[in-house]
Structure formats: structure tokens, C-alpha cells
T-cell receptor, first 111, second 111 residues
Framework: QKEVEQNSGPLSVPEGAIASLNCTYS??????FFWYRQYSGKSPELIMS????GDKEDGRFTAQLNKASQYVSLLIRDSQPSDSATYLCAVGPGGADGLTFGKGTHLIIQP | NAGVTQTPKFQVLKTGQSMTLQCAQD?????MYWYRQDPGMGLRLIYY???????DKGEVPNGYNVSRLNKREFSLRLESAAPSQTSVYFC??????????FGPGTRLTVL
């Protein structure tokens, strides 16, 4: 059984600070790793993809992957109230099988 | 370019009724997916279609059937709805990098 674990939160971060979200996964042969943002009542929106060990930056977002530790993280710099949402970590194989999702971390950015 | 579209947006059924959820994508993706999202359970894969003409079971396929009508369209059918199928249903399609993009969802209530 493939598992993806996330702290459900809520994680409360002051506006302008760095929000750090973490995720671990069980399937060692996973090849692709994603972070989705989901606002209440909306569908998941892809914000970051990462495929190899190390860091990947896109604007205020940085994804970090450590395959040896089976660990993925997302950093959000200069957090804004609009970043308040649930963040879903998703892990996938190299092929067309579906993604395995964590249950999500609820992030609250306090003005 | 509408991305992934789903109909209907909302539906209320009585136990034992049947219905089909429709999904279409205009991104020329080969693979399409159906997920359900329940509070505290996260997103779970119901069925997927790696390419036109093929379908495979996911984690929670019982009580559902699917049809890949053509490359654009992938439908999910509930033959005899049960209260346990009350959920939010999301359709997604996949890029060659395994990134999945989601439709707006169908909120289904089974009484």
C-alpha cells in the first residue's frame, strides 16, 4: 500500500514569513513528486513539480526532494494571506498510474 | 482552451439511482483519471485510462464503471448509488511529465 504522509495542521504562519510544508512517502520507486494547492470548495491546482534530488525554485515557491530519506518539502517565502489553503503532496510512478495523495496540510497565513 | 471540464457540478441522487459523470479535456493528453475526495481521506484514485481504449482500476473501484469514449472524454458511471458514494469527484488528465490537471469537480450527494 503506497502511502503519503503529511501533517494535517493547521499550520499558522505570520504574513511575510516562510511557510514550510513537509511530506514523506513510502514507495521507494516513486519517480515524480508534486505539490497542489486547494482552496476550500475548489479543485487542486498544481503549483510545483520535482523529479530529481535537490531544490527547485519557482517564484516564491521552492520544492525540495530527498529520495534517500523519502522526503519532499515545500517552502513558501514572503507568505501572503492568499496563500492560505490546503496543500496536497502527491507522489507518482514514472508511468501512467495515478498519483498517491497525502491528506493535505491546512496553512493559515495570519495578516 | 478550457482544460478539463466536468458535468454536472452538483447532483443529488436517491439510493439505487444511476448516473454518469462526464469529463472532457482539450489538452490532447493520453491519460485521464477519476478521483474521489472525502473529508479526512484525501484524494483516492477510482479508475484511470492510460490511453484511448484502455482502462484500469485504481484504489477504490467498487461500485463504479468507466468508459473512455475517445481521446477527449472519460466518463464515470454509478449503476446503483449508495450513501457511501457521497463525495466530491474530480477528473484529471496527465502530461508527459506525469503532471495532472484537474477539472472543477462534481459534488454528489446520495440520500
Amino acid at each position: 500500500q503506497k502511502e503519503v504522509e503529511q501533517n494535517s495542521g493547521p499550520l499558522s504562519v505570520p504574513e511575510g514569513a516562510i511557510a514550510s510544508l513537509n511530506c514523506t512517502y513510502s514507495d521507494r520507486v516513486s519517480q515524480s513528486f508534486f505539490w497542489y494547492r486547494q482552496y476550500s470548495g475548489k479543485s487542486p491546482e498544481l503549483i510545483m513539480s520535482i523529479y530529481s534530488n535537490g531544490d527547485k525554485e519557482d517564484g516564491r515557491f521552492t520544492a525540495q526532494l530527498n529520495k534517500a530519506s523519502q522526503y519532499v518539502s515545500l517552502l513558501i517565502r514572503d507568505s501572503q494571506p492568499s496563500d492560505s489553503a490546503t496543500y496536497l503532496c502527491a507522489v507518482g510512478p514514472g508511468g501512467a498510474d495515478g498519483l498517491t495523495f497525502g491528506k493535505g496540510t491546512h496553512l493559515i497565513i495570519q495578516p | 482552451n478550457a482544460g478539463v471540464t466536468q458535468t454536472p457540478k452538483f447532483q443529488v441522487l436517491k439510493t439505487g439511482q444511476s448516473m454518469t459523470l462526464q469529463c472532457a479535456q482539450d489538452m490532447n493528453h493520453n491519460s485521464m483519471y477519476w478521483y474521489r475526495q472525502d473529508p479526512g481521506m484525501g484524494l483516492r484514485l477510482i479508475y484511470y485510462s492510460a490511453s484511448e481504449g484502455t482502462t484500469d482500476k485504481g484504489e477504490v473501484p467498487n461500485g463504479y464503471n468507466v468508459s473512455r469514449l475517445n481521446k477527449r472524454e472519460f466518463s464515470l458511471r454509478l449503476e446503483s448509488a449508495a450513501p457511501s458514494q457521497t463525495s466530491v469527484y474530480f477528473c484529471a488528465s496527465r502530461t508527459g511529465l506525469n503532471e495532472q490537471f484537474f477539472g472543477p469537480g462534481t459534488r454528489l450527494t446520495v440520500l
